[in-house]
């Protein structure tokens, strides 16, 4: 079984967060979340990929993918709960408009 869940237009401000919870389904091959302002403008792409025991992290603006950042400790696995959460802090320092969110 596969599923998609999406939630658009969801006006988050500086200061604000998101919680996310689910389940894994059985037999998944792994699963996406995807944080930005639409399908081109992706301030994170997170992947955990079942098969690679991998968790791949990148980001996306227009049609050029952000450089793959890699981390084989996979803490996922099909039929699992799944809990996360993403703050956005509220200020960003003005060097870090343009650096990924991944390394503050």
């Given amino acids: 079984m596969s599923g998609k869940f999406e939630i658009v237009n969801m006006d988050m401000k500086m200061g ?3 919680k ?12 996406v979340i995807n944080l930005g302002q639409g399908t081109d403008k992706l301030n994170l792409h997170f992947n955990p990929r079942f098969a690679e025991s991998t968790i ?3 980001s996306r603006d227009g049609n ?3 450089a793959e950042q890699r ?4 803490c996922f696995s099909p039929g699992s ?9 509220d200020a960003l320092p003005p ?4 650096r ?5």
């Fill in 95 to 98: 060097t870090a408009a343009h």
């Fill in 20 to 31: 996310i919870k689910g389940k894994i389904a059985d037999g998944a091959n792994g699963f």
């Fill in 100 to 104: 990924d969110l991944r390394e503050q």
């Fill in 56 to 58: 791949v992290c990148n």
């Fill in 81 to 89: 709960e799944v809990k996360g959460a993403s703050c956005l802090p």
């Fill in 64 to 66: 050029s993918w952000g």
């Fill in 16 to 18: 604000s967060s998101l």
């Fill in 71 to 74: 981390d084989n400790h996979m």
